[in-house]
């Protein structure tokens, strides 16, 4: 017998109508001869409101209750899955992330994953029942609730996948599948069959929200081979997966696009060492994530150091920066909120020359002004206007041949 981990994200569990639509597919799976694990997110928009909710009450709500609260979302989700798939006369059973024996760190709101002891779920299974798991969530080794990070019932799917060492991990969402761009960005955006985990990684961590970037982080690590597809349609989906010969001759994969991104820089630096190391550390201090980071070549002994954040963060790095730049003798601060972030991404471009020189081109045809630029060795990304993110995107995809 076959062991399927299948999780169902927000909006595939978004009403009573569509849980009992996933009732009745994990039914089919079941009686295909299958043991099967569920996960499920919290219905979609809980999350959300539950946030909202918890600011209604604290302008500064403790990391820890944010987890209590949190978590309640996807535990309403099982209770409901399990009755529907109760009321359709089958055995089913949910089951918390603490009762699943997933253990986390005590980081709340982003635990990682220690380690998971499986016991009950087998316990469930081996007794023929469907097992319903909350994903995002799990619990210390001292017995307090916590949290993944957002996106982390995928998280709990993969890592659940991996302890249960099952057959087939499937992440069933509201599209078929990864595609060459957020199809609501670029309508003609492909479904992509198969892609590695290293650009499954870059395209999550640079935008392309379609899974949480930890969670493929996680499936790479313990080589957890999984499948992106739909939960409304049979339609074969994305099978991310370890790298094999054929994929470098793809040279672009797939464009993310990252909104919401700010762009700082400070003037006037003085040319000496460990004045950037002033500068990020005290940033770090702040707790600040920082993204890009552009140096300007010095000029009569001073340069302009520039760094791209999320837009949130802005009021956290304003006054680190203020006593910094103060501190170094540097001539002042500057924002910029409005820009966004454009990768494209393919592992071919190991092999490939001449990438930047073509985006570059497609960029400046479609008159679109790069504010900053960074490279790894499988992404370029730039730093563009918000405003012309969606049209750029649209450009630099069609450029590259990926629209259907
Ligand atoms: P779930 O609630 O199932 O976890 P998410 O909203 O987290 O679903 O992810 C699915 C969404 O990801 C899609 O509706 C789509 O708009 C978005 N998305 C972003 N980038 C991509 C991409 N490259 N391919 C497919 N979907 C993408
Ligand atoms: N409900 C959580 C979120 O909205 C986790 C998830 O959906 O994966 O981020
Ligand atoms: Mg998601």
């Given at each position: 017998m076959a062991t399927i981990v299948q999780k169902y994200g927000g909006t595939s569990v978004g009403s009573p109508e569509r849980i009992k639509s996933v009732a009745r597919r994990v039914l089919?799976?079941?009686?295909?001869?299958?043991?099967?694990?569920?996960?499920?997110?919290?219905?979609?928009?809980?999350?959300?409101?539950?946030?909202?909710?918890?600011?209604?009450?604290?302008?500064?709500?403790?990391?820890?209750?944010?987890?209590?609260?949190?978590?309640?979302?996807?535990?309403?989700?099982?209770?409901?899955?399990?009755?529907?798939?109760?009321?359709?006369?089958?055995?089913?059973?949910?089951?918390?992330?603490?009762?699943?024996?997933?253990?986390?760190?005590?980081?709340?709101?982003?635990?990682?994953?220690?380690?998971?002891?499986?016991g009950q779920i087998q316990d469930h299974l081996d007794g023929g029942a469907v097992v319903i798991v909350a994903?995002?969530?799990?619990?210390?080794?001292?017995?307090?609730?916590?949290?993944?990070?957002?996106?982390?019932?995928?998280?709990?799917?993969?890592?659940?996948?991996?302890?249960?060492?099952?057959?087939?991990?499937?992440?069933?969402?509201?599209v078929d599948g990864v595609y060459t761009c957020d199809p609501r960005i670029v309508p003609d955006a492909r479904k992509i069959d198969t892609i590695s985990y290293e650009e499954m990684l870059e395209m999550a961590s640079s935008g392309s929200k379609i899974m949480q970037s930890r969670s493929v982080e996680f499936a790479s690590k313990f080589d957890v081979l999984f499948e992106v597809r739909s939960s409304f349609n049979q339609n074969p989906g994305t099978i991310v997966k370890e790298e094999t010969p054929g994929m470098e001759d793809v040279v672009i994969r797939g464009v993310s696009i990252e909104r919401n991104q700010a762009k700082i820089t400070i003037?006037?630096?003085?040319?000496?060492?460990?004045?950037?190391?002033?500068?990020?550390?005290?940033?770090?201090?702040?707790?600040?994530?920082?993204?890009?980071?552009?140096?300007?070549?010095?000029?009569?002994?001073?340069?302009?150091?520039?760094?791209?954040?999320?837009?949130?963060?802005?009021?956290?790095?304003?006054?680190?920066?203020?006593?910094?730049a103060a501190g170094i003798g540097a001539r002042g601060v500057t924002q910029t909120a409005g820009v966004a972030k454009l990768s494209v991404v393919g592992i071919g471009m190991r092999t490939h020359s001449g990438v930047a020189a073509k985006l570059f081109d497609l960029l400046a045809t479609g008159g679109f002004n790069i504010q900053m630029i960074s490279t790894s060795e499988i992404k370029i990304a730039v730093i563009l206007d918000e405003d012309s993110i969606a049209e750029a995107a649209k450009a630099v995809h069609a450029g590259f041949g990926l629209a259907g």
């Open positions: 089919e799976t079941q009686q295909a001869g299958n043991k099967v694990v569920v996960v499920v997110s919290a219905m979609s928009g809980v999350t959300d409101s539950l946030i909202k909710l918890s600011r209604e009450v604290s302008d500064q709500p403790s990391e820890r209750e944010m987890d209590v609260l949190l978590s309640t979302g996807e535990q309403t989700s099982t209770a409901l899955l399990a009755m529907a798939l109760q009321g359709m006369g089958a055995k089913a059973v949910s089951l918390t992330g603490a009762q699943a024996g997933i253990v986390t760190d005590g980081a709340h709101t982003k635990a990682k994953i220690f380690n998971i002891t499986p994903g995002f969530q799990g619990q210390t080794a001292q017995g307090a609730i916590t949290t993944l990070g957002r996106g982390g019932s995928d998280l709990t799917a993969i890592a659940l996948a991996g302890a249960l060492k099952a057959d087939k991990c499937e992440i069933c969402t509201d003037e006037g630096v003085p040319d000496k060492t460990g004045t950037a190391a002033k500068i990020f550390n005290a940033l770090a201090a702040a707790h600040v994530v920082v993204d890009v980071i552009v140096q300007t070549a010095p000029h009569e002994g001073k340069t302009d150091i520039s760094f791209t954040t999320n837009k949130d963060e802005l009021e956290k790095a304003g006054p680190a920066l203020e006593a910094v």
